[in-house]
């Protein structure tokens, strides 16, 4: 009985995580988009509690649904031009897309299915977070430090996307002096 009541939830959440996902593919409305987006990530921090890893699914609510997507939604609703604009493309490449979906969903039931060693994993002892910082500081130094550095160079690119062009600023102070 209660592995029934646990699928019932699991496939609950996974549906929910599907039509909110298509949701936000598919509609028009960039407002409706952001909110069938944060459905979708509490559907996905229920899966991770599901694979007993509270601590990634505390971490999805706070950084994405917590941080990310509020500031998404505060500069959706506080820019005025983008919910008045219509956003439509006159592309619109339904086969090529398709065909990508379908070959990117076959290669990951190929490796699910046939390439992927299943592990039954024993339970730990002690706190989730005490050893992920162990082996974050420990056996995956490495791979961290890459990882900051990578953030680091994508946020310097961002601030320098972002920053005005000094061209015009200074075309404009000519004409405002004139």
Do not use: C, H
Request: hydrophobic share 60%.
């Amino acid at each position: 009985m209660q592995d029934l009541t646990y699928q019932v939830i699991f496939y609950l959440f996974a549906a929910i995580i599907v039509v909110s996902g298509a949701f936000v593919v598919f509609s028009k409305n960039i407002i409706y988009s952001a909110f069938s987006l944060l459905f979708t990530l509490f559907g996905v921090a229920a899966m991770y509690v599901f694979l007993n890893a509270d601590f990634i699914a505390v971490t999805q609510v706070v950084v994405y649904v917590g941080g990310i997507l509020v500031l998404l939604l505060f500069g959706v609703m506080l820019t005025n031009k983008i919910t008045q604009e219509k956003l439509r493309t006159d592309v619109f490449n339904f086969a090529p897309g398709l065909i990508a979906m379908l070959g990117i969903l076959a290669a990951i039931l190929y490796a699910f299915l046939y390439r992927a060693k299943w592990v039954e994993v024993a339970p730990r002892n002690g706190s989730v977070v005490e050893s992920i910082g162990y082996e974050t500081m420990s056996n995956y130094i490495l791979p961290f430090e890459i990882v900051s550095i990578l953030l680091l160079v994508a946020l310097m690119g961002a601030a320098y996307i972002a920053r005005p062009d000094r061209t015009k600023i200074t075309e404009m102070i000519r004409r405002l002096e004139n």
